[in-house]
């Protein structure tokens, strides 16, 4: 049966490359985040409004949150492999489908890109919106492209080389709980006065969590870039000198490289929720800042996501020789 289940992880991959994320369609993500919502919601009544309160409410939050992410889908699985297996490889298949995001990473950011091409600032401006949490309204054409960039490099870790990892290694079950860090992580492990304190548990596990698959997509995303023939031996110099260039300890891992392996300049000063956030700039401007560097921070992210995909095959052969 374990055999049986390894199919569902090549199916996903396959179905979200083909696929993606079609518009409207149910979202195991979107069902977390309702949840950490109303999680969210029942625990700020519940505990004091002070600073220990909102740190011990944001424990419960994280908690809860994984208990039930993890527990869910376990229980559904379990049941459904009892009544009758083949739906119960449908339901991994389907939960492998949906937690990486390969071809909606590159959908969206190429939404960007389309509307640039096309002259339209504006719509560049609301598109490079959907997909980054800074402040996107006065950003100029070189702000919106550096941002579709910043985003597709840092989330081909945590959007693509994770998810991938964690699936292979815990089945959809290990892919939904790093899928609910992440969300948790997206929505409330913000610095900011609403979350300073509330979000502490969920910034602090996302950065455990991420620690090793940052710097692992970083050292893939290299490799990536020596085969679709960027500069690799400037991502290489660039993630030595940079990859630390970031609030997060995670973050700048696979920007450095993408900065270096395109030969542009990333990061620097931010706007997020109408407050001017002070950063160092990731690169070296060896590369004029246009469009088209969009479609190649995606051909990089592509070539990362192969080689994670070939990686996490291999792990769970030899994870499932060693068990079985």
Same mark, same amino acid.
């Given at each position: ?56 409410? !944001? +424990? @419960?939050?994280?908690? $809860?949150?994984?208990? #039930?992410? &993890?527990?869910?889908?376990?229980? /559904? ?81 945590? !959007? +693509? @080389?994770?998810?991938? $990892?964690?699936?292979? #290694?815990? &089945?959809?079950?290990?892919?939904? /709980? ?55 031996k400037n991502a290489y110099r660039i993630f030595r000198r940079d990859r630390l260039k970031h609030a997060s300890p995670n973050s700048a891992q696979t920007e450095s490289v993408c900065a270096g392996a395109l030969q542009l300049q990333l990061a620097g000063d ?18 004029q800042v246009t469009p088209e560097a969009i479609p190649d921070a995606n051909k990089l992210m592509y070539a990362t996501a192969w080689l994670t995909f070939g990686l996490g095959v291999l792990l769970r052969l030899l994870l499932l020789a060693v068990l079985f």
């Open positions: 049966m374990p055999y049986i289940f390894f199919t569902a992880l090549i199916g996903g991959f396959v179905l979200d490359l083909l696929i993606g994320d079609p518009h409207g369609f149910p979202h195991f993500v979107i069902l977390i985040g309702r949840l950490i919502t109303a999680l969210e919601k029942l625990l700020r009544k519940i505990f004091p409004k002070n600073r220990g309160g909102e740190r011990a409410a !944001g +424990v @419960v939050l994280v908690i $809860l949150t994984l208990l #039930l992410s &993890g527990g869910i889908p376990l229980f /559904l699985l379990l049941l459904l492999a009892r009544i009758w297996l083949p739906a119960a490889w449908l339901f991994e298949l389907f939960l492998c489908w949906q937690i990486p995001a390969v071809r909606s990473l590159r959908t969206e950011s190429m939404k960007v890109y389309e509307a640039l091409k096309k002259g339209n600032l504006e719509e560049a401006r609301y598109a490079v919106s959907m997909i980054v949490g800074r402040d996107t309204a006065n950003l100029t054409a070189e702000g919106v492209i550096k941002a579709a960039v910043e985003t597709v490099a840092e989330n081909t870790s945590d !959007g +693509v @080389v994770a998810p991938l $990892l964690f699936t292979a #290694l815990g &089945g959809c079950v290990g892919g939904c /709980l790093y899928k609910a860090v992440n969300t948790m992580d997206s929505m409330v492990g913000y610095r900011n006065e609403k979350y300073r304190y509330f979000g502490t548990a969920a910034a602090k596990l996302d950065d455990i969590v991420n620690f090793i698959p940052a710097r692992l997509s970083a050292l893939l995303m290299i490799a990536a870039a020596a085969l679709t023939g960027f500069d690799v931010a706007w997020y929720f109408g407050e001017l956030h002070k950063k160092p700039t990731i690169g070296d401007p060896i590369r």
